[in-house]
Every structure is written in C-alpha cells, then in structure tokens.
C-alpha cells in the first residue's frame, strides 16, 4: 500500500452554537488541511498518482469553495454546524469525487486532517 499527502490552508470563519462560550461567537480560523490518498498499485511511470492531479483537486475544493467564506452561509453546510470534523468530511468526499473523474489507477482518500490552529485538528477516515 502506498500513500501520498498534500498540504493546503484556507481561511474561513464560522460561528458554532453549544460548544463553548468563544466558539459561539463569530470567529475565523486559518485551517490548515492534509489529504493523503491511498493506493496498491504504481502506475506506468512509477508513481501512485501525480501529486499535481491531487493538489488541483484538493485546491478546486478548498479554494474555490472553502476559502475566505462564512461557512455558515454554504450551501453544503446548510442545517449543520460547520466544525471542523465535517469540514474535513467535505473535503474527503468532494476530493474523492474529483480523483475519481480523473485517475486511471484507483485511489482512495485515506484521511483528511483539519487543523483549526496548530495545536488542534479533527481527522476524518473515510471508509
């Protein structure tokens, strides 16, 4: 098994309801993502995957839809609380569907870490 990390930041803000008295307020965060991609099998060249083709999808998704936005407002958090857990399962299944389009050996997003400050993050697994 071979797995392959991309790094990215974004900022964003949001604003949490019942988890603590500052998350309450309007607030912002400059998120620091890591998505790893898993896979069996080189390709051709030798590679799992071409870190470019991972890098365009992972910044399609977090700058052109995450970055500089209140992300209470987004479509795709809409009767959810943006957190950074589901902020990271966003990335993950939105990452994949674009890899899938594009890739001719299969690989999987293995995890996605969001890193709200640098010294806290969620992780999402997908299975």
Known sequence: MFELKVKTR???AHQLTMVGQKCENLHGHNWHIEVCVTGKKL???GVLADFGDIKKA???V???????????DLKMFEGVQPTSERIAVYIAQRVQALLDQGQEEEIRVSKVMAWESDDACATYFPE
């Open 58 to 60: 992972v910044r399609e």
């Open 62 to 72: 977090v700058k052109g839809e995450l970055d500089h936005k209140f992300l209470n």
């Open 43 to 45: 390709n051709s060249a």
């Open 10 to 12: 974004f900022a964003g």
